[in-house]
């Protein structure tokens, strides 16, 4: 079917201005994670004032052509809604994301509750094709598990999306609410079943999703799951424009395919499996894999480690055909993925129950979407208002980094994945794997933790702030259909707290006020830090590092200060660097194959732990590395991998120093070690490494030195620093002390490189003087015996 795409003003005028606006738009690309502001209430007025101009993307249909209206693509029977502003009425928001806020709203025409999804067309991160493409798939959606638009049409600056209501929000909304350790395995497996049915739906029809997440699974009251956000999908059976946008990187760092990552080879349909294997790690988790690492790190973890999986202690609670559908979607060989069709399949799935009985009662009692909404806003809020901590300073600067990399469209893979390199890992919060340790098991079996042991127990991960008390919805609230809802006291104001699990269980089920804040701050001192996930606006530790009458006093310093502050606040929020939003990256040709090997399994791993035994040669918090993933990432600068232990000087060896200095050929001497090789042969060897990791030490003193002394001018040539300030006439300032900043962190970057080089070096030391004593020894031993 054929879709024609028409702009025309209300009147028939500004038809012109619209396409010129648009058209600016698509030269705007460059311009990532970008938020929109929240709309004033004044600005929502102006909106609907009927003097404003309104201009209508119109979706015309062959069968179905009514002009000014949108009526079902290809459902037929469908209800119709215009595409008149005036005839909707925006209340609450209900989300935001990457490129868009949306509102619950009513049709006044029919009294019908919408959501209503603005676009702002000025800082879309997209071109007009990804909107129209949006637009065009949902409105020929015709799948009980796909969001479907009803119309479409622009407002202002605005896209408007109208579509079904989906009255308890996302799953990530819900989990960052409720279920900050995830959901039970029976909701789980609904969830995941309608959402497959989804995939197989879109997958049949050409379409790839390719932003497959919790935040885009919809779920409604009577527990109906519904798929949505179609901002970056794709069509597969396209050539030309769009199939090149096959090739280029979207979707959002932590649900990215390795194949996504390198977009030389293109990708397809099973990209959306492997956000799926991803998701449903997120719903059992509370969050996705990797998502608490800068989005650089997680492009490199995603292509440099082993897949993740339900392998830790924390996972014995789910079963074993859970972990084996997860691990099926998680191989890095697209090719050996399942399609949706097949997972559907799996067995995992035949004992999922209908999503009316696993899944709606997960929001039996909660409050309404967006009370919940407003809290998890004003908890972002505060966060940011307490954001002056080094490490968001840090991952702001991370995030800037690569904000500056991406939209200047020079991105560098080996400088992300070195500087991904820099970034430190956090150790206090490390997973256990199921057959290192014998600890004590943390994890609650019971299938039933969920909401109710979760929000009452004082060992749960989350804290109460009964003082967080959701705005009131408009004033026009009343006026809604829903006027009549009780309204439900505030449980929404929930933070979670990732913290130290073992300590936890020790707890007393039930504590005051008082008691649950010393435990936490108890809490604080054992763990140190506190998780940070940067997979949508959380509660960071700043938030969890105050008390609770610190940060409830905080907001209401901004509640009651001025609501323009709060509403500026959350135009920060929103523009504060945040990492669930999609990427897009320029074309890159790579021909590295930086997919593991699959076993001839078919891709279907009994558990990681049968490669990981195999060939594991780090254990690094939740990751592994493997012996085959370092043959695939050889051409990673030094220090990607980091070092810890003697033993991983061998990897260190083979991955980063052999590349560098010696031929990758020849055997290093760190291999021989092991071997029964006279010493006369091994003396050289080591002679050699030791001069050269000597001859490193120097290069980056050198380095250093030219650095920090003349070359300033060189430097800026060589494209990885800003060009010097042109005049002094414009915020010259500004761009020296950005300079500054980048030539300390380019310098900090060079003393780590140094910091590592003299460990290693000392390992090889110490190795060394060990060896010339066995040496010795024996030459004594055969002295003495001749
Ligand atoms: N129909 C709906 N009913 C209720 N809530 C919705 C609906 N559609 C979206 N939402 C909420 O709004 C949020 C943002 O919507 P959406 O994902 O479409 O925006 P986006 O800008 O495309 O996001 P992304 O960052 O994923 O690209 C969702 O995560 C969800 O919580």
């Excluded at 201005?17 to 648009?22: D, E, R």
């Excluded at 690492?293 to 859970?322: C, E, H, W």
């Excluded at 067995?347 to 696993?358: G, H, R, V, Y």
Aim: charged share 25%.
């Amino acid at each position: 079917m054929f879709l024609q795409f028409d702009v025309k003003g209300r009147n028939g005028r500004g038809a012109r201005s619209v396409l010129i606006k648009i058209k600016s738009n698509i030269a705007n690309l460059a311009v990532a994670f970008v938020r929109l502001p929240t709309p004033t209430e004044e600005s929502i007025k102006r909106r609907f004032s009927p003097h404003s101009p309104c201009h209508q993307l119109v979706f015309r249909s062959p069968s179905n052509c009514f002009p000014g209206a949108f009526i079902g693509g290809m459902g037929g029977g469908q209800k119709s809604y215009t595409t008149n502003p005036d005839d909707y009425k925006l209340l609450e928001e209900v989300g935001y994301g990457a490129s868009a806020t949306v509102y619950r709203a009513i049709y006044i025409p029919s009294n019908d509750v919408v959501a209503v999804k603005c676009l702002d067309l000025d800082r879309i991160n997209s071109n007009l094709d990804d909107i129209r493409r949006e637009a065009q798939t949902m409105s020929l959606i015709d799948h009980p598990n796909v969001i479907r638009a009803f119309c479409s049409f622009v407002v202002n600056q605005n896209l408007w999306v109208v579509m079904p209501f989906m009255a308890e929000g996302s799953c990530l909304h819900l989990m960052k609410t409720a279920y900050p350790d995830g959901f039970e395995e029976s909701a789980i497996s609904s969830i995941l079943k309608e959402t497959l049915k989804a995939l197989e739906y879109l997958h049949r029809h050409g379409h790839i999703h390719r932003d497959v997440k919790a935040g885009n699974i919809l779920l409604d009251t009577s527990g109906v799951i519904k798929l949505g956000d179609f901002g970056v999908s794709a069509c597969m059976f396209d050539r030309g424009d769009r199939q090149r946008s096959r090739n280029t990187f979207v979707g959002t760092p932590c649900w990215m395919a390795p194949e996504v990552l390198q977009p030389g080879s293109g990708y397809d349909f099973k990209a959306d499996i492997w956000s799926f294997g991803i998701t449903a790690l997120e719903l059992a988790h509370g969050h996705a894999p990797f998502s608490k690492y800068p989005p650089m790190k997680v492009l490199l973890m995603t292509i440099q480690n082993a897949p993740p999986g339900l392998d830790y202690d924390r996972d014995k609670r789910f079963s074993k055909s859970f972990k084996e559908l997860v691990a099926m979607c998680l191989v890095k060989d697209q090719t050996k993925r399942p399609t949706a069709e097949k997972l559907l399949k799996h067995p995992f799935f035949k004992q999922a129950k209908a999503p009316e009985l696993s899944v709606k009662k997960l929001f039996g009692d909660l409050p309404p979407l967006w009370h919940r909404v407003k809290a998890l806003q004003l908890k972002d809020a505060a966060q940011l208002a307490l954001k002056k901590m080094p490490s968001a300073e840090q991952e702001a600067i991370s995030q800037s980094e690569y904000q500056r990399g991406v939209s200047a469209w020079n991105f560098d893979l080996e400088d992300l994945k070195f500087k991904a390199s820099l970034v430190q890992d956090d150790d206090e919060i490390q997973d256990i794997r199921v057959d290192d340790v014998n600890s004590t098991s943390f994890v609650n079996n019971d299938a039933s933790n969920s909401k109710a042991s979760v929000s009452k127990s004082s060992t749960s991960e989350m804290v109460c702030s009964d003082e967080v008390v959701p705005s009131e919805p408009p004033s026009n609230k009343g006026d809604t259909p829903e006027s009549n809802q009780p309204e439900i006291e505030n449980k929404g104001s929930i933070i979670v707290q990732e913290k130290n699990r073992i300590k936890k269980t020790e707890q007393p089920q039930s504590q005051s006020t008082s008691d649950k804040e010393a435990v936490q701050a108890k809490n604080r001192i054992v763990t140190g830090r506190n998780r940070q996930t940067q997979s949508g606006p959380l509660v960071t530790a700043a938030v969890l590092s105050h008390s609770k009458s610190d940060m409830s006093r905080t907001l209401e310093r901004y509640e009651n200060e001025s609501p323009q502050a709060l509403d500026k606040m959350h135009h920060q929020v929103r523009r504060a660097p945040s990492f669930s939003g999609p990427l897009n990256l320029p074309n890159r040709a790579s021909g590295n194959s930086l997919s593991a090997p699959i076993k001839p399994s078919g891709g279907y791993r009994d558990s990681l732990d049968d490669k990981s035994k195999a060939n594991l040669v780090q254990i690094k918090g939740r990751f592994s590395v493997t012996s085959e993933d370092l043959d695939l990432v050889k051409d990673i600068p030094l220090c990607t991998v980091p070092r810890r232990s003697p033993q991983e000087t061998l990897l260190r060896k083979s991955a980063s120093v052999g590349e560098w200095i010696f031929d990758s050929k020849q055997p290093t001497p760190t291999t021989s070690v092991h071997t029964n090789l006279p010493a006369s042969v091994l003396m050289p060897h080591l002679q050699n490494l030791f001069q050269q990791t000597s001859l490193q030490q120097d290069l980056i003193l050198n380095l250093l030195n030219s650095l920090q002394t003349a070359d300033v001018a060189e430097a800026s040539q060589n494209g990885k620093l800003p060009p010097l300030p042109r005049s002094s006439e414009n915020n010259g300032a500004v761009e020296v002390s950005d300079r500054e900043r980048l030539l300390l962190t380019k310098v900090s970057e060079l003393q780590s490189r140094l910091t590592i080089l003299t460990e290693e070096l000392t390992a090889e030391k110490s190795k060394y003087i060990q060896l010339q004593q066995r040496v010795d020894a024996i030459a004594k031993g055969e002295a003495d015996a001749s």
